[in-house]
Nanobody, 118 residues
Framework: QVQLVESGGGLVQTGGSLRLSCAAS????????MAWYRQAPGKEREFVAA????????RYGNSVKGRFTISRDNAKNTVYLQMNSLKPDDTAIYYC???????????WGQGTQVTVSS
């Protein structure tokens, strides 16, 4: 079973940038399709971005297209989310996990809080 630890969140002003990291242990994620999700207060968790394990093909939620970039470093067993042009609506706890399009998700980590001030 893979353990995932998210980091890199924080407080940033509108228009700012953050880079989130997701470090995996217990199992390599280099052969897993990985994704980022987020959950804002009072809202359901939503898909943000995903990256395939084999060819690095990515896909994004409509609200983050053109602003966020997901990437991975298989040698470091880490997945990243570069977030640019941040908006207050991006405020949420961000989680990484396997891509729910391909796998069933049973557990979630602690996530990392991102707060964008206006």
């Amino acid at each position: 079973q893979v353990q995932l630890v998210e980091s890199g969140g924080g407080l940033v002003q509108t228009g700012g940038s953050l880079r989130l990291s997701c470090a995996a242990s217990g199992r390599t994620v280099s052969v897993l399709h990985m994704a980022w999700y987020r959950q804002a207060p009072g809202k359901e968790r939503e898909f943000v971005a995903a990256i395939s394990w084999s060819d690095g093909i990515t896909r994004y939620g409509n609200s983050v297209k053109g602003r966020f970039t997901i990437s991975r470093d298989n040698a470091k067993n880490t997945v990243y989310l570069q977030m640019n042009s941040l908006k207050p609506d991006d405020t949420a706890i961000y989680y990484c996990n396997v891509d729910q399009r391909y796998y069933k998700i049973s557990d979630w980590g602690q996530g990392t809080q991102v707060t964008v001030s206006s």
